[in-house]
């Protein structure tokens, strides 16, 4: 019940004219970067295989796979003042030949207009970084359901050369709308 007021709050405050920015501001929202083991893995392989409108390709993992690439997994649960959303985005990428590869990427419906694909854009840029990538790739394969993924990309970067499908971007910094989120990363241990 809390996630559909949720979501209503956020649609009230982008179709009224509301100051976006100022609303999600307002929400003090936080994006947790969760460790991939045991505890989470069955969320993880849920969610990459049920979101339909969200989801960059058809490619599903099983959960020994998800646990076996755990390092080239970026899973975000997103909590603000409303409340705790879990984990509603996943991407797995690997590093290829100087190219940040995203194998997938997902993102539950629930949390859509709260930029938080921003948040994960981020991330894999500097994870790209940390891995002497320059270059950020993802494959799309549009289906009923994911049409809207081919404008989220090009909002945050991406450009495609031909018919191909594959979007790529230079890794750098995150270019249009802020995300206005505290990021707490739970892979590291805080002392």
Avoid at 54 to 60: G, M, Q, V, Y
Avoid at 131 to 157: F, M, S
Wanted: hydrophobic share 40%; with cysteine.
């Amino acid at each position: 019940m809390a996630s559909y007021r949720a979501i209503a709050a956020v649609q009230e405050a982008s179709s009224s004219g509301t100051d976006m920015d100022k609303f999600l501001v307002g929400l003090s929202p936080v994006a947790h970067v969760e460790k991939i083991d045991g505890s989470t893995v069955d969320r993880v392989v849920q969610l990459i295989r049920k979101t339909n409108q969200f989801k960059l390709n058809l490619t599903a993992f099983q959960e020994t796979e998800i646990l076996e690439a755990a390092g080239d997994v970026i899973a975000l649960r997103l909590v603000d003042r409303l409340q705790d959303y879990g984990i509603v985005a996943i991407a797995v990428a690997k590093p290829v030949e100087g190219t940040m590869r995203v194998l997938n990427w997902v993102m539950s419906c629930r949390v859509f207009g709260r930029r938080l694909e921003n948040v994960m854009l981020d991330i894999l840029c500097e994870n790209a970084k940390k891995r002497q990538c320059d270059t950020l790739e993802a494959g799309y394969t549009p289906t009923e359901k994911n049409v809207i993924i081919p404008e989220i990309l090009r909002r945050l970067g991406f450009e495609t050369a031909d018919a191909s499908n594959v979007y790529r971007r230079l890794v750098g910094p995150m270019s249009g709308e802020p995300h206005f989120m505290s990021i707490i990363d739970r892979r590291i241990k805080h002392e």
